[in-house]
């Protein structure tokens, strides 16, 4: 996008934002370098932490998150696939002919991609991305003036309720046994019907999603305000073709739909016996699901390749970024900076402000570590004990921590990478957008949390 187009595609109060976030916010890869080095003066300024141990903890943090970065990158990784295989994609381009106007197309667009993000964070991201594209390319065909950046904002914004779902990494971590955060739970476990399939947290959901929809209508351009539309140049994102020419004995094993049905049907077994047996949910699980429905949907191994190899180039930017916060997470836990941000607001708060706190404390820390379990590895223990201090109920904890992560995402460039890559645009087009998502879903969290308090 131009930098005239860009000072001239938001409308009223959007403008002087997106202005400063054109001259001012970097790339995300420079955003978490600069993170990191601020982070660092941090704790050698507020804690006792010397030059040495600050370095220290940051080279020891590097492959801390090892295991946890495998478990995000597949949820990213299959996400992508999932959306790409052909029956989601026709899916797709059947969903952009539904709505009849712009405003009902930003609208739409975040809803679908709060959906989808509820059912896992990996598809969500992808899902709202790729709709937005296809709906602009539609509206071109139709004569419909739409505004690109706003259609893939919302479908960004779609993300802040991925934690208040199935792939959300904190509750999911609480319900599973021996888990980092079992001592803080007196060794037990917290089911995620008391977290993830709570009254409360699902009508928050529902609040959350109501709420944004309406400010995607209100802050769309008006009639006659310039917009950005997509270039004639590009067109739909559906699946590219691939050469599955089949000449060989091995070729047609791998242009033949039995094997991936195969495996694809043992892992549904699998995960049939799993939970018959009293299995929990967990990170893994929700990965080998998705990977099942991947298996059965397409082709051929020629066809999982095809996705795989597309969807690869969309993970490395994030693979090289999250050694980086992982980084910054170990100068913040072995500093003990990160308790000293979270007890900060603990020391002021009561049974019934503790969880807007909580939210606000770990949306500060969301900010520096962008990893959900990454930060309710030390994140969630303090705020556990703090709880129980308290009298809070435990679960008010888990999504109090969960809401703040979710929360910053929507002015935290991380995440927006493979979103920023599919539509062609830059973490500024979009920001300015995404900030009243910002301040909309946080008001219902924390109006949420205060209730559910009382």
Known sequence: MSQTTQKHSSRGVMRPINRFLERWIPSALTFAIVLTLIVAVLAMTLTQASPIDVVKGWGDGLAGLLAFMTQMCL???????????????????????????????????????????????????????????????????????????????????????????????????????????????????????????????????????????????????????????????????????????????????????VLTTIVGAGLVVYLIVHFAQGGTLTLDIVNWSFLALILLLVRSPFELIHLTKKAASNVGEILVQFPLYAGILGIMSSSGLIALFSDAFVSIATPVTFGVLALLSAGIVNFFVPSGGGQFAVQGPIMLDAANQLGVDPSIAVMAVAYGDQWTNMIQPFWALPVLAIAGLKMRDILGYTFVTLLGSGVVMAVTLVLVSL
């Open 75 to 257: 949820i990213l990784l299959l996400g992508y696939m999932l959306a790409n295989t052909r029956p989601v994609q026709k899916l797709l381009r059947g969903l952009a002919r539904v709505p009849s106007n712009a405003g009902f197309a930003y609208v739409f667009v975040f809803v679908i991609a709060a959906v989808a993000s509820l059912i896992t964070w990996g598809l969500g991201l992808i899902v709202g991305t790729l709709l937005a594209r296809e709906i602009a390319v539609e509206a071109r065909r139709r004569g419909l003036k739409v505004h690109f950046p706003l259609l893939v904002a919302a479908g960004y914004s779609g993300f802040v309720v991925w934690h208040m779902g199935y792939s959300g990494s904190g509750p999911l971590t609480a319900a599973t046994p021996d888990s980092f955060l079992a001592p803080s739970l007196d060794g037990d476990v917290l089911p995620i019907t008391e977290t993830t399939f709570s009254t409360w947290n699902m009508l928050a959901a529902l609040g959350v999603i109501v709420v944004v929809g309406v400010l995607m209508y209100l802050i769309r351009p008006k009639k006659n305000d310039p917009i950005y539309e997509l270039p004639v140049t590009v067109g739909s994102e559906a699946t590219d073709e691939y050469d599955d020419e089949v000449v060989t004995p091995a070729d047609r094993i791998d242009a033949s739909r």
